[in-house]
């Protein structure tokens, strides 16, 4: 997690010390559906879930048996005839993944640890493809912490550890053989490393006899007494909508489904407990980034020094199980980045802890990256989301984005202000399309999709679509009331180190100000790991004041708006900007009517966009609402995007101009038809953009 500041440097040192101080930190990305099985995938894939449809962790809508099924069915339509000729190798998941694409340019690929759920050597007719060795852990065993279990390769030959070895410290010394074996080929390398802490452990698997609070590692049992959780506004605080506490917090039942209590809300002792024991199991995963990034160079088989070229750079990627997880060697030539696949809630809205939900605790994550042209010590608050990794990597090593992805790499080229020490825009440099180019194109949103399935669960069919959008329109204040609000949510994030309360340290909270396009060092950032906002606070208002004088096209702050719609009814809209714990919903305020009309059709496009339309949407918003609208023409200010090379609306500020009220007004409301435990869109939904 972020919020919950598992990675804070009073718990993740080394971390810190070797790759986030060293690197860039990004404190809004996102990850588009918070659980494992799918957010890996999109990873991967660089696909949203509505794109590659694994929606779940388990049979029949997810976890590695369906993705095996895809996977076959895919390579099984390879060769045969289409209707424009023979099919193109493509159908399988695996087809153009991160993986193959980096091994069919020369890289070996490596996967150590986590792989997907559920993931056997039968459950899949074949292994899959692009990996020099997929040294996976294997279910029933994924989760024991002690004693793990690998397959290499889907061989059915399992590898059995000892009860006494602890899995993190198995995945680090294999991590460790998988770098030496690469540099002795002399070829670049891409290497995962998928520790499982600090996912709870289970006996047999996640759907077994038992499962409870992380394991930590014999040697750090001991660690973080006073352990807590941030006391912020949402913290054991329900929503005070009867719609959304009534399905998301129900009543006691028994096995018969008879009522036979209210809802049980969380124990503050049980979730300190856990909050500890999750801490406990990540000092092995800490351990883990300064024993991958330093050793190797110290004994002498560590990787070499080469030539500034694009397509030989390492790649190293750190993905933790459930929270934060572990971090990666580093050498002039190898990037480093330390994630995870989803975040984790614990007492937020009076919830018990778990994940699923489109809460900021859920989908904000930990990014750290390190390596060659990226300036040491830097900040932002650029809203990257889990698609961009992969098609990141891709253009750091020089290779064409696939068409089919949606994913668009860092431009750490143009969020760092040039000359920064450091900076080399050599390797960043890509652009989606010649206007989007001269628009000077950003990421601004990001879509949040959920469907669960889990029999027996309160929340078995629980799904919703949302949609995450960063910009410099501010909907309900001024400038300075926004700065205001930064300042506050910092100064009243409650306890988050152990002893710890209050004051700038006390919160992962989003920075937005100019750094929602932009960088700065930790200092001038204000960055939530101690330091003052004062520095930031400062910069901004000498920028209004630059706006002012007419030296500044843009605003000085920004915000973050997010915009739920349950499938049962309720829909929500948060200013993350003024309301960071998502405690005031604004969806019935007069004020943002506007607003929701074009977050409306936002959420729609970006929950069904593909490949090049989810980097650039509002073309596709604009395109079809000028074709439907009855007062619309081809000479409607919405029946094109571009115009002399440039975008006509290149960001959502040019999305608020009042001259496309009409539009929106007279575009349909994106529904749900039922709830539904997976990705069924012309059963549960009624949407007016299908993807094109």
């Not at 590695?64 to 069915?73: K, N, P």
């Not at 891409?190 to 394991?215: N, R």
């Not at 883990?288 to 990627?317: A, E, N, S």
């Not at 990666?328 to 919830?351: F, K, P, R, W």
Request: glycine share 10%; proline share 9%.
């Amino acid at each position: 997690d972020l919020l919950l500041n598992s990675s804070h440097p009073a718990h993740m040192p080394l971390l810190h010390q070797h790759v986030a101080g060293p690197g860039l930190a990004l404190r809004n990305y996102s990850v588009s559906t918070p659980t494992c099985c799918p957010s890996r995938l999109s990873l991967l894939t660089s696909k949203f879930v509505h794109n590659h449809n694994i929606t779940a962790n388990y049979l029949p809508y997810g976890g590695y048996e369906r993705f095996g099924q895809m996977m076959m069915a895919g390579a099984q339509q390879q060769g045969s005839q289409g209707p424009q000729g023979p099919r193109q190798q493509g159908l399988g998941l695996d087809s153009s993944w991160l993986p193959t694409q980096l091994q069919s340019a020369g890289y070996n690929t490596y996967l150590v640890g986590k792989f997907l759920n559920e993931f056997t050597p039968a459950g899949a007719a074949g292994c899959p493809r692009g990996w020099t060795a997929l040294d996976a852990l294997v279910d029933p065993w994924v989760y024991t912490y002690f004693g793990p279990v690998f397959s290499r390769d889907c061989d059915p030959q399992l590898q059995r550890y000892a009860d006494t070895d602890y899995s993190t410290d198995v995945i680090r010394d294999k991590g460790l053989a998988y770098i030496r074996e690469a540099v002795s080929s002399g070829r670049p390398f891409f290497l995962e490393l998928a520790p499982v802490g600090p996912h709870e452990a289970c006996t047999q698997g996640e759907s077994g006899q038992w499962c409870g609070d992380p394991l930590p590692a014999p040697r750090h049992a001991g660690l973080f007494p006073g352990a807590a959780i941030p006391s912020t506004r949402s913290w054991l605080t329900p929503f005070p909508d009867p719609a959304l506490t009534g399905k998301l917090q129900p009543p006691q039942r028994a096995s018969n489904g008879s009522v036979i209590g209210p809802y049980l809300p969380p124990s503050v002792r049980r979730l300190k407990q856990r909050q500890r024991a999750r801490l406990q199991s990540l000092q092995a995963v800490d351990e883990l980034v300064r024993d991958v990034v330093f050793p190797q160079c110290r004994q002498g088989y560590g990787i070499t020094t080469m030539k500034h070229c694009h397509h030989r750079r390492r790649l190293l990627l750190l993905l933790p199980a459930v929270l934060e997880l572990a971090a990666q060697g580093v050498l002039e030539n190898t990037y480093v980045i330390y994630m995870s696949d989803n975040g984790y809630h614990m007492g937020q809205h009076n919830a018990n802890a778990g994940k699923y939900m489109p809460w900021e605790e859920d989908v904000r994550v930990p990014f750290f990256m390190r390596g060659p042209g990226v300036p040491s010590g830097l900040v932002s608050d650029y809203p990257a989301a889990v698609v961009d990794v992969a098609a990141t990597l891709i253009n750091l090593a020089g290779l064409p984005l696939p068409a089919d992805w949606d994913g668009y790499p860092l431009p750490m080229h143009r969020l760092t202000p040039p000359g920064a020490p450091g900076l080399d825009p050599r390797p960043w440099q890509w652009e989606p399309s010649a206007a989007a180019t001269a628009s000077g194109y950003f990421r601004e949103a990001v879509p949040i999709e959920m469907w669960v399935f889990q029999p027996g669960n309160s929340c078995h069919k629980l799904n919703y679509r949302s949609v995450r959008v960063c910009s410099n329109y501010l909907a309900f204040g001024s400038p300075a009331a926004y700065q205001q609000a930064m300042v506050d949510a910092v100064n009243n994030a409650g306890s988050t180190t152990s002893g710890g309360s209050g004051g700038a340290a006390a919160g992962s909270t989003l920075g937005l100000g100019t750094l929602l396009f932009g960088a700065a060092s930790r200092d001038a950032a204000g960055d939530t790991l101690g330091t003052s906002l004062a520095p930031l606070l400062s910069a901004q208002q000498q920028q209004q004041q630059g706006q002012q004088q007419g030296r500044q096209q843009q605003p000085a702050v920004g915000t973050c708006y997010k915009y739920n719609i349950w499938c049962w009814g309720p829909r929500e809209l948060y200013d993350i900007g003024l309301d960071p714990y998502e405690t005031q919903n604004r969806f019935s305020d007069p004020q943002a009517q506007r607003l929701i009309g074009r977050l409306d059709a936002l959420l729609n496009v970006m929950g069904y966009c593909r490949g090049a339309r989810c980097r650039e949407a509002y073309g596709a918003i604009l395109a079809t609402a000028a074709a439907g609208s009855s007062s619309s023409s081809s000479s409607s200010p919405g029946s094109s995007n571009v115009a002399g090379g440039k975008m006509v609306v290149a960001n959502f500020s040019d999305l608020m101009d009042p001259k496309y009220d009409t539009l929106f007004a007279e575009l349909p409301r994106f529904q749900f038809k039922k709830c539904s435990p997976a990705l069924i869109p012309s059963l549960n939904e009624a949407a007016w953009y299908r993807g094109e």
